[in-house]
């Protein structure tokens, strides 16, 4: 099915993104002014309407586009930063029915398409890509059995568009070749001790912070290597890079722009960890 897209009051750059992310998807996109936006709405399946972080000035185009929330034929979606997200709430469910936040991510583009223009998703983001991530699943599953003697099962996916960790310990290896990104685990203090006393057959009060950022860089280590062999003749195809460990508490890794993260959820010894994964083919 193919829709109509408006884009209203964009930035030139802004614009660009935009278009960029929307070719993927079966519509059409037309940048309109302001001044022609409320006589033209009705053409439209979805507009995207730009706020800028002040937001007084788009408040009041907005507002006039619709005055007292009239003509709901066409969903407006605001496209703010994390700062104009505040001012621009006010008129959600009045003038407009949701908020993209910049920078503009696939999935959550894809998702606001098929809610708001009954636009199916892009293959990019419409599912999980099994190829690539069931060998992260089970090189995590088959190292822990193997190096800690621990058994492991996932229980929860989900996408999220920052490469956030919640542990205290993580490791970090990036992704290069065919495809690129990066695989992370992370740890809770507490799982990772235990984790890596299994692997060095030691006690937790024999086991030192370097005993444990080595193990935890070294499980990292083998789950990557084992999602390498996996995918080695695929488009998924990658080379590791050495291990970084973080200690400490959450911290963010780097991710290709645009590209968000699958956070695979596991639990042993039922406690939970994570292992993030960020990858893409390279154009």
Known sequence: MSAEIALIGFPRLQEQIASRLLSEHDVKVQRIEFDEAAARLSMFNLALFFWPDGGETAAQRLKSMR????????????????????TAQKAVGVQAEDILLTPLQPHDVSQKLAKYAGVAKSRETAAVDADYINPFVAGTVDTLKQMAGMTCERIGLRLSNEATSRGFYSGTIGLSGKAEGFVSVTFSKELATSVVCKMLSMTPEEVTEEDIRDGVGELMNVVAGAAKAE?????????????????????????????????????????????????????
């Not at 291990?243 to 400490?248: A, E, K, L, N, R």
């Not at 290709?256 to 699958?262: D, E, Q, T, W």
Request: charged share 15%; glycine share 8%.
């Open 67 to 86: 005055p007292n929330g009239e003509d709901k034929g066409c969903p407006i979606v605001i496209v703010t930063s994390n700062t104009g997200q505040y």
């Open 231 to 283: 995918l080695v003749n695929t488009a998924h195809a990658f080379q590791i890079s050495i291990p970084q460990v973080f200690s400490g508490g959450p911290h963010t890794v780097a991710q290709p722009r645009g590209i968000p993260v699958f956070i695979i959820e596991f639990e042993a010894d039922k406690q939970p960890f994570d292992v993030m994964v960020c990858l893409r083919q390279r154009q």
